[in-house]
Nanobody
Framework: QVQLVESGGGLVQAGGSLRLSCVAS????????MGWYRQAPGKQRELVAA???????NYADSVKGRFTISRGNTQNTVYPQMNSLKPEDTAVYSC?????????WGQGTQVTVSS
């Protein structure tokens, strides 16, 4: 099993920055990749950024150049650094872990960007 704990959401004005955190525990060695998705009310959930166990990263086109995802020294923590935030970034952000045991989700954290 894998458990994910998220933190770091909040309210920020346009152009500001937030750093989210996702800590994985449990069967962490079953994880192939970790990342973040977001979902605005009434809209489909979309990938924001992901990082594999080998360190490869993937970003949505809409956040490239603004968001950076990295992992902690234990490789079971991921940190999306979100810069130059826009109102359209407002959403519930959820940590995701994908691996041999399945696909796991955190509870979600709200990010609100004011204009």
């Amino acid at each position: 099993q894998v458990q994910l704990v998220e933190s770091g959401g909040g309210l920020v004005q346009a152009g500001g920055s937030l750093r989210l955190s996702c800590v994985a525990s449990g069967s962490i060695y079953s994880i192939n990749s970790m990342g973040w998705y977001r979902q605005a009310p009434g809209k489909q959930r979309e990938l924001v950024a992901a990082i594999t166990s080998g360190g490869s990263t993937n970003y949505a086109d809409s956040v490239k150049g603004r968001f950076t995802i990295s992992r902690g020294n234990t490789q079971n923590t991921v940190y999306p650094q979100m810069n130059s935030l826009k109102p359209e970034d407002t959403a519930v952000y959820s940590c995701n872990a994908w691996g041999t045991l399945g696909n796991y989700w955190g509870q979600g954290t709200q990010v609100t960007v004011s204009s």
